[in-house]
Nanobody
Framework: VQLQASGGGLVQSGGSLRLSCEAS????????MGWYRQFPGKQRELVAR???????DYVESVKARFTLSRDNAKNTVYLQMNSLRPDDTAVYYC???????????????WGSGTLVTVSS
């Protein structure tokens, strides 16, 4: 599985960005995808991801501000980030995991990180 992420950049507080992640090398319906982020000196943490039931799960701090969506025809997931705050500044990573039924299996796949910087 290869993941190609894009869309990071510099934005002012209150602004918006959309991250994109295109998957290749696998059947799109066989993976769940999502986004994680990593703050300096911290471990990578979940931002939003699809679960095996097809619903999107969000970390509490981004609910009502970020929206996960996908385009199956393009093998792509998007993270629309609105009302960005300086504490959203991080490197964002696209993630994929294979699943069957309700079970995740195998390794995590990661895209290269994309930096999101929110200025105050």
């Amino acid at each position: 599985v290869q993941l190609q992420a894009s869309g990071g950049g510099l934005v002012q507080s209150g602004g918006s960005l959309r991250l994109s992640c295109e998957a290749s090398g696998t059947t799109f319906s066989n993976i769940v995808m999502g986004w994680y982020r990593q703050f300096p000196g911290k471990q990578r943490e979940l931002v939003a991801r699809y679960n095996t039931g097809g619903d999107a799960d969000y970390v509490e701090s981004v609910k009502a501000r970020f929206t996960l969506s996908r385009d199956n025809a393009k093998n792509t997931v998007y993270l629309q980030m609105n009302s960005l705050r300086p504490d959203d500044t991080a490197v964002y990573y696209c993630n994929a995991r294979r699943f069957m039924g309700r079970i995740l299996f195998g390794s995590d796949y990661w895209g290269s990180g994309t930096l999101v910087t929110v200025s105050s």
